[in-house]
């Protein structure tokens, strides 16, 4: 055991001071391509392209950049469709940062679980035996059919060194229905499709009355965000130190927007720097979304609000917000979650003229509906096994992964992230949010 802590010792103080010897202050433009391939067992294969483009001007910058561009086209092989189109500039306008993106996402069989976490019983059983061919070639109680188009326009400018402004538009636009049975279902027996009749979960929820028909069919919000941010990071990419904490208010107006609400949401993260050179970072966040009042329509309430150059996160479940429970598993008025990572980058060097590391990382995280959606309806309907606990608790993961990382923004990730819960086999919870999941994504959650 000694010789292997020598060992990592040794290989840390090793990386720091290669690392020191060869770091390169990018210039100018520089180019990520990279193939969209995935796979989903609901979806099917993601296959497509994304291009980012990283302007690092006279490198003053480095390791940040002055803009950034970033494209992508994906499809599935059932059908889903993904296009992506971001841009960031730091340079633009004096001492303002302006954010933009149009996201068109076309999504056969959009995940849907029902609302209040462990609230709403999930039938794992029956998810296993329709993809092993039992019962179902596919099962898609659990789907339903969400085209989800946005845009968005965000500013953010500087009060003093660390804290700074945020004001931005936001148009989005939400077609909601029944998933295609003929499509999900093209290419299979008979006697393996999913029944026609057959109900959903979110058709049930239509039926009981949790789910108003106002709202069942989607609609457009729009309106504006506000908040404040506070920014101390060493760099933004791939951070090894500081604060980074910001508050938004979220007004989804009147006239413009089929249903209105205001919601708001506060993120805290934090990086410490546990070995220099990049090689050991400990990082955390809290974060706590939150509605003003009773009503808004279920398709808003599944985010993790961002402003800046990321979009909103699906949430809560998913790579972006628990890493191992199925994406918005947990969906509630308010909800809450965390993350705690430790990164370690064991290799760095350069190759080409750019900057190479290889980095590892342990995490562990959370989510929690702490306010609820009023379901009583579903009580009727109970025939069904749709009901769960009377309160949700804590949905809680721990996982492990890898990072290819260049010019310390082109990050390319895979992780394996598995619920507390698969392994609780005598708890009523048992499986509850799923077996776990593996991801192959971009850049760091936070």
């Known amino acids: 055991m000694k010789r292997l802590i020598l060992f990592f010792l040794l290989l840390s ?45 006279d490198g003053h910058n480095y ?4 803009n950034k561009t970033y494209l992508e086209y994906s499809r599935f092989t059932k059908g889903s469709q993904l296009i992506q189109v971001h841009y960031d500039d730091k340079e633009l306008i004096p001492n303002t940062r302006w954010s933009t993106a149009l996201k068109i996402n076309l999504d056969k069989a959009f995940d849907f679980y029902g609302f209040n976490g462990y ?3 999930y039938d794992y059983d029956r998810i296993v035996e329709g993809k092993e061919g039992g019962a179902f070639g596919f099962t898609p109680f659990y ?6 188009i946005s845009f968005k326009s965000d500013f953010i400018g500087a009060i003093s060194q660390n804290l700074k402004w945020e004001a931005g538009v936001f148009v989005r636009s939400y077609r909601i229905g029944e998933i295609d049975y003929a499509s999900i279902n093209k290419g299979k027996d008979e006697a393996s499709a999913y029944p026609e009749n057959m109900p959903t979960l979110y058709s049930l929820y239509r039926i009981a009355g949790v789910i108003s028909e106002e709202e069942a069919d989607g609609g457009i919000s729009s309106g504006l965000r506000l908040g404040m941010v506070y920014d101390s990071r060493d760099k933004e990419g791939a951070p090894t130190k500081g604060i980074w904490a910001e508050g938004h208010i979220t007004a989804a107006l009147p006239y413009i927007s089929k249903i209105p609400y205001y919601r708001y949401s506060f993120t805290w993260r934090q990086y410490f720097r546990l070995i220099p050179g990049d090689v050991l970072t400990l990082a955390y966040r809290i974060n706590y979304e939150g509605n003003f009042g009773n009503k808004a329509p279920f398709y808003a309430l599944p985010y993790m609000t961002a402003m800046g150059e990321k979009n909103d996160a699906d949430g809560m479940g998913g790579y972006n917000t628990t890493r191992g429970i199925m ?16 990164r370690w980058r064991p290799i760095k060097f350069t190759l080409w003229n750019q900057n190479i590391g290889i980095g590892l990382s342990a995490f562990s995280d959370g989510c929690m509906a702490t306010r609820s959606i009023d379901t009583k309806g579903l009580s009727l309907l109970n025939s069904f096994n749709v009901l769960g606990t009377e309160k949700d608790s804590p949905h809680v993961t721990f996982g492990a992964g890898a990072r290819f990382i260049m010019n310390e923004n082109f990050i390319v990730a895979a992780e394996y992230g598995a619920p507390f819960t698969h392994f609780m086999k005598n708890s009523p919870l048992y499986n509850q949010d799923g077996a776990g999941a593996f991801y192959i994504n971009l850049g760091y959650t936070f």
């Open 13 to 57: 103080l090793s990386t720091v001071l290669f690392a020191q010897k060869q770091e390169i202050a990018k210039k100018g433009l520089n180019f990520g391509p990279l193939p969209a391939i995935a796979y989903d067992a609901d979806k099917g294969f993601q296959y497509g392209a994304i291009l980012m483009i990283y302007d690092y001007g």
């Open 63 to 66: 390791p940040n950049y002055d």
């Open 119 to 121: 609230g709403s019983f």
């Open 143 to 148: 789907r339903m059919k969400k085209n989800d």
């Open 327 to 342: 994406r918005t598993r947990v969906v509630g008025l308010d909800m809450s979650a965390y993350t705690v990572e430790l």
